[in-house]
């Protein structure tokens, strides 16, 4: 299938595997839609990944050519490494599938219902993306609310319990190089911790060194139906 200006075909079909998911989990961390100025209707696909993360790189090209038949191109920007997919069918899907700019991404409201094990492939690829780990936790951040709370609700289909912390946007400014950039959007890091890091470590296949030993205190229960976590604080406010 192809658009009628276009000498790019992909297939009509694509099953939904791990491994795509994968891909898509890639795209949600690190991925956007570039569309040229001169040429509106000419869309590319555009991975960035950390210079050191090689494996990552050739994983998302690999994928990227046995789902779609097509070749990548690579560019250096000097502090990053970007995967091009010149393809305005396979952009068009990407957008329609996970929406249009980092605060807009969101997970298709159906996959919430796919199988566990094919989940896993879109947390890997996200994790591997925009996951780090501090001492006793597993992060995933974004800057879109909807994609933080629908990852919230994965971790909850698992049986884990995972806490939110909205970081005000313009609060921590970052530095590349010699420049000072101020966030546009406010960031939301979710965070999964205690029992729940180690079972999503080892679901995820130990993407980090175990800390055994440290995960003796959790303070909320998973019942056959819901997550229960004790009451921290109570205050009021005013209604109007």
Known sequence: MRYSNSKHRVPR???LTEDLLRLFGYFLAEGHVAS???????????????????MYIE???????SYFALDTALSDTGTAIQISVYSAIVADLFERLFGSGASRKHLPWSWLYLPQEKQVGVLLGYLRGDGYK????ICFNTVSRILAEQLQMLFNRFGMYSSLQITPQGKYPSTIGSRTFEALHDRYDVWVFGKARDQL?????????DER???RRQRWM???RFILVPITTVSQKPYR
């Not at 040229?36 to 090689?54: A, L, W, Y």
């Not at 994983?59 to 050519?65: E, F, N, T």
């Not at 470590?201 to 060194?209: T, V």
């Open 13 to 15: 079909k694509l099953p």
């Open 36 to 54: 040229s100025r001169t040429r509106p209707h000419s869309k590319t696909v555009v991975f960035t990944f950390n210079r050191k993360e090689k």
């Open 59 to 65: 994983d998302v090209r690999k994928l990227v050519k």
């Open 134 to 137: 501090i001492p006793k936790r």
């Open 201 to 209: 470590n080892e679901l995820l296949g130990h993407q980090f060194p």
């Open 213 to 215: 030993g440290s995960s």
């Open 222 to 224: 998973k019942t056959n």
